[in-house]
């Protein structure tokens, strides 16, 4: 691989973007090795959680502005450029995203597919698109306005701005800061925990919380009902309680 370093620890995979010349510019090699590379892991039953990080200094700086700047709309659209990243997102492995350093463009659209977002104190975030004379394009001004709402995704997507950690968190783009030579190890930490509980019940969950976005509160409650009485059909939920009632660790097994 010549964009990515994997790395398996148990059950968590950690997947390291590696093009530091282009502070891990976001290019069609990276998406295709990054797809490829997960797209096993993904149904992979000893796999429980993806941690995908970049560098001290940058998590990622966006699209490679290098390899779009010569094409043509019909080029864009022939390729469908990016539209690979969908695959990304849908993978139903919990993703962990840790940031350090710059988060742009592509880079923050990344973070937003993610389920956790750990960021260190130093991270950037922002969707400076406009200051090329382009906007987001791989769901930026989708995910950002769900997740910060309609104002301030406006100010950050139209004026191009930065934000920093803390306005980040504030915001909800991010779910915990961390000192910066804190981040590998609170991702790691929480991937090992989701990893560890039942993997019927983690996709169950992430499925509802994205239910979320895109149905009424009633129905959003119905499905997460459903879901919940669903699990009541697995063997890790009758682990999980009689685990709690005989004061003992669960031995989940995602069954
Ligand atoms: N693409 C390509 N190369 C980059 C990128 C990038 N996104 N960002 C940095 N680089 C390169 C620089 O050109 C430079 O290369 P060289 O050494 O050969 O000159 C090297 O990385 C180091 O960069 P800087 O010297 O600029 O480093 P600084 O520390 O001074 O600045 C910044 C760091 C602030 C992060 C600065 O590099 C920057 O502003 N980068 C661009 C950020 C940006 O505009 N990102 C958005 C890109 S567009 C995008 O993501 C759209 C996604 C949608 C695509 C959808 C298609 C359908």
Redesign the pocket.
């Known amino acids: 691989m010549n964009t990515l370093k994997l790395e398996r620890q148990g059950r968590v995979v950690t997947v390291r973007l590696h093009r530091p010349?282009?502070?891990n510019?976001?290019?069609a090699e990276l998406l295709a090795e990054l797809l490829d590379a997960l797209r096993p892991l993904d149904t992979d039953p000893d796999v429980g959680a993806f941690v995908v990080t970049g560098s001290e200094?940058?998590f990622?700086?966006?699209?490679?502005?290098?390899?779009?700047a010569g094409k043509s709309a019909v080029d864009?659209a022939h390729e469908?450029?990016?539209?690979g990243?969908e695959e990304f997102a849908a993978f139903r492995t919990p993703k962990i995203a840790a940031v350090s350093g710059?988060a742009?463009?592509?880079?923050?659209?990344l973070v937003m597919m993610c389920d956790l977002v750990i960021a260190g104190e130093s991270a950037?975030f922002?969707?400076?698109?406009i200051?090329?004379g382009?906007?987001?394009?791989?769901g930026?001004t989708q995910r950002l306005t769900r997740l910060v709402g309609r104002a301030k995704a406006m100010d950050l997507i139209l004026t191009?701005r930065t934000m920093n950690a803390r306005e980040a968190e504030r915001a909800g783009l991010v779910s915990r800061v961390v000192p910066d030579d804190r981040i590998t190890t609170e991702a790691e930490q929480a991937a090992e925990a989701i990893a560890s509980y039942s993997r019927t019940a983690v996709t169950a969950a992430r499925e509802c919380v994205d239910r979320a976005e895109n149905s009424s509160l009633s129905e959003g409650v119905l499905f997460e009902r459903r879901v919940f009485h669903a699990l009541f059909a697995t063997e890790d939920q009758k682990e999980g309680m009689s685990a709690f009632l005989e004061k003992r660790e669960p031995r989940f097994t995602g069954r």
């Open positions: 010349h282009v502070l510019a976001l290019s200094k940058v990622a700086a966006g699209a490679d502005i290098k390899e779009m864009m469908d450029y990016f539209s990243w710059y742009l463009g592509g880079g923050c659209e950037v922002g969707q400076p698109e200051k090329l382009v906007i987001p394009g791989i930026g191009g």
